[in-house]
């Protein structure tokens, strides 16, 4: 028995009907792979993103705000944290690592973020894939995606809480608050980490300082060897200063910084230290505690796109085989004369089953494709406006719900065919 | 009016190859009420024989050619080939015999407009069988040369009304059947093609030694055929045969 002759005569002729249906059986596979891909993806790259951030310390406020500005980089102005609590935690026992992060300033569009050598190059981590990590004030590191070579001059300008950048382009904000007089030079580029962070600048926090006139931390200061930024006498780049750069801060006077990570030595330590800093004016909290408040209520979201594709895969799915028993009805004269001609019912009975079973598999198949595009896409959008590099990939999750998808469209198709089956072949020779 | 008995064919009991005894179909009429289509008590039809099936619109011809083929089964009595009862067995054996032994050709042809004249040929081979194989599609080729078709490849849909209802004779014969049923073969086509499908269907029937039954209102068609059978109103069911 074979019914591929009849089956592919079948599909000829319902044409534009047969595209109809692949593409509504396309449409609804494609929403619910790309939403749970999507989905998926997003959590695991915003984790990874967040890799490094064991403990944050701020200023009582927001901890979502902490963290979406210091891990994603999306600015927000934050109360400022006591310098010396650096000092601190720099001697406490139960710390492997700490280090300032600081933000707010931008050089075309790009942050730049104040911090030490150890964290830019993520604590032992990271080896630049050009040059070297930044070892003096005044020096840049580059994040991979940042559009500025090895020697170029970086011109900061004073970022503007909730005005969002464009990578790569300088506007009118940006211009209108420049630094002025005062420039970085880009010594090193890191390695791609997938993380907005590829999209920053990395300067020694003690810039950072000095740029808002906050000096440097540091007891050079304090000797006359302050500034970084003076211009060199030919007026072009700046000339760094020889002072040291990095922790401890010796200096009288260590300006506040809106938010420290710390690596923990220990479990134990890192829950010591997140109970002690969560009092006396500070804030410390696991970033993956936030994390996992944003995924619930992402996944919240979630799953009522899920239900909201499911219905409409369901709805999808009825229609289309309401459309194939209309079809087969109107077809019961051609199965008539195949039976008149002497094919078995079962022949006729797999030939309507498999035209319709193979339209809902290719409605799955090319769903799954066009779910695929459709979160590629969105992560490519979600990647150019945050610099989170979403790693999508297909799952068992979505193929087992495409699956689910065509075994119950197949099953369902058994339907027309079973009609056709029980239809008596002289009624269906006299229609 | 009261049924009147069909009597045997030239082949006499011993060599008949269809054999209906005491057939009765019964319908239910638009009211409820049920009413006689056919009432055959006897009709024998020898192998090889050419039979033309003649009567009014509504008499029971296609019903007694869907009858024979086994498509539904008499209310009463029994249809048998080569003295097998053939109209109580089971569904797919019915399938079976019916695909193995007996040729449809009907008026609107019934081709799948979507294959081409070679694989409309060889469609009923495929209820059985996966591939035809190359002995296949030579049978089909010859029938087709036979039939006067030139091109294989052409979609049914772009056919004439004469070609293709000499793809369906092809298809018909496709299987060797040792029956062929043709309802109204002719009725779709003009004189002209009429002329000459008539005359193709008799011909190949003769050719394969195949019996031959014909419903038709075609006298050109049914005056090649070697004896008719005159099939009565539906309120009477009387049959009475001639010799053409």
Not at chain 1, 76 to 97: F, S
Not at chain 2, 78 to 96: E, F, K, M, N
Not at chain 2, 151 to 179: C, K, M, T, Y
Request: net charge neutral; charged share 20%.
């Amino acid at each position: 028995m074979n019914p591929f002759p009849m089956v592919l005569a079948d599909l000829r002729a319902l044409r534009w009907t047969a595209l109809a249906i692949v593409a509504l059986v396309a449409l609804a596979v494609a929403i619910g792979v790309a939403i749970g891909a999507q989905e998926r993806a997003i959590r695991r790259s915003s984790a990874a993103a967040a890799d490094d951030f064991d403990l944050l310390i701020g200023a009582p406020g927001s901890q979502t705000q902490l963290v979406m500005s210091t891990i994603y980089l999306q600015p927000d102005a934050l109360p400022i944290l006591d310098g010396h609590l650096l000092n601190t935690l720099a001697k406490d026992e139960r710390v492997a690592q700490v280090a300032p992060i600081a933000f707010g300033d931008i050089s075309r569009g790009y942050a730049i973020v104040g911090t030490t050598a150890a964290f830019a190059g993520r604590w032992g981590k990271l080896q630049p894939s050009e040059g070297r990590l930044f070892a003096a004030e005044g020096e840049a590191v580059l994040g991979a995606d940042v559009a500025y070579k090895l020697g170029d001059t970086i011109a900061p300008s004073h970022g503007v809480a909730g005005h969002a950048t464009r990578p790569g382009e300088v506007d009118e904000e940006e211009a209108g608050h420049r630094h002025e007089g005062l420039g970085y030079t880009a010594v090193g580029r890191l390695p791609r980490m997938g993380s907005p962070w590829d999209r920053a600048i990395l300067v020694p926090i003690e810039s950072v300082w000095e740029v808002h006139g906050l000096g440097n931390g540091h007891a050079s200061e304090e000797a006359g060897n302050p500034f970084w930024g003076k211009r060199s006498e030919t007026g072009e780049g700046h000339t760094p200063a020889e002072a040291r750069i990095g922790l401890p801060f010796e200096g009288q006077r260590v300006p506040g910084v809106p938010a420290i990570v710390v690596k923990p030595r220990s479990v134990a330590g890192a829950y010591a230290l997140r109970a002690q800093y969560r009092q006396g004016g500070t804030m410390a909290f696991f970033p993956a505690e936030v994390l996992v408040t944003l995924y619930r209520a992402l996944g919240d979201v979630r799953n009522i796109l899920v239900v909201a594709s499911t219905l409409n895969a369901v709805l999808i799915l009825a229609a289309v085989i309401l459309l194939l028993v209309a079809v087969a009805s109107l077809r019961q004269r051609r199965y008539a004369v195949l039976r008149a001609l002497g094919a078995p019912r079962a022949y006729v009975m797999l030939v309507i089953w498999l035209g319709m079973a193979l339209l809902i598999a290719a409605g799955c198949l090319l769903g799954l494709s066009l779910g695929a595009l459709a979160a590629r896409t969105v992560s490519g959008l979600v990647e150019a406006q945050t610099g989170l590099r979403l790693t999508f990939a297909l799952g068992a999750q979505e193929m087992l719900q495409v699956l689910l998808l065509f075994t119950i469209g197949s099953v369902i198709s058994l339907l027309p065919a079973l009609l056709s089956y029980r239809s008596p072949i002289v009624t269906g020779l006299r229609d | 009016m009261r049924p009147s008995a069909l009597p045997e064919g030239p082949g006499g009991p011993g060599g008949r190859a269809l054999h209906l005894s005491g057939v009765r179909l019964d319908h239910r009429g638009g009211d409820g009420q049920p009413f006689r289509v056919l009432d055959i008590p006897e009709l024998s039809i020898a192998a090889g024989e050419h039979i033309g099936l003649r009567g009014p619109s509504g008499s029971g011809k296609t019903s007694l050619l869907h009858l024979i083929a086994g498509l539904i089964a008499p209310s009463s009595g029994s249809v048998s080939w080569d003295g097998r009862i053939v109209s109580t067995l089971p569904v797919a054996a019915r399938d079976r015999w019916r695909r193995v032994t007996i040729g449809f050709v009907f008026q609107d042809f019934h081709l799948i407009p979507e294959l081409d004249v070679a694989a409309n040929i060889t469609l009923p081979a495929t209820f059985a069988a996966w591939s035809i194989g190359a002995a296949g599609h030579e049978r089909a080729a010859a029938l087709a040369r036979r039939m006067g078709l030139a091109d294989l490849r052409r979609r049914a849909s772009v056919l004439s009304r004469g070609e293709q209802q000499r793809v369906a004779i092809a298809r018909a014969l496709f299987n060797r059947p040792a029956l062929i049923l043709a309802d109204e073969p002719t009725a779709s086509l003009d004189a002209a093609h009429a002329q000459e499908v008539a005359a193709l269907l008799t011909e190949v029937a003769s050719e394969v030694d195949a019996t031959l039954i014909c419903a038709s209102h075609d006298a050109a068609l049914l005056a090649r055929m070697g004896r008719v059978i005159e099939i009565g109103a539906p309120a009477g069911t009387a049959s009475t045969e001639r010799a053409a």
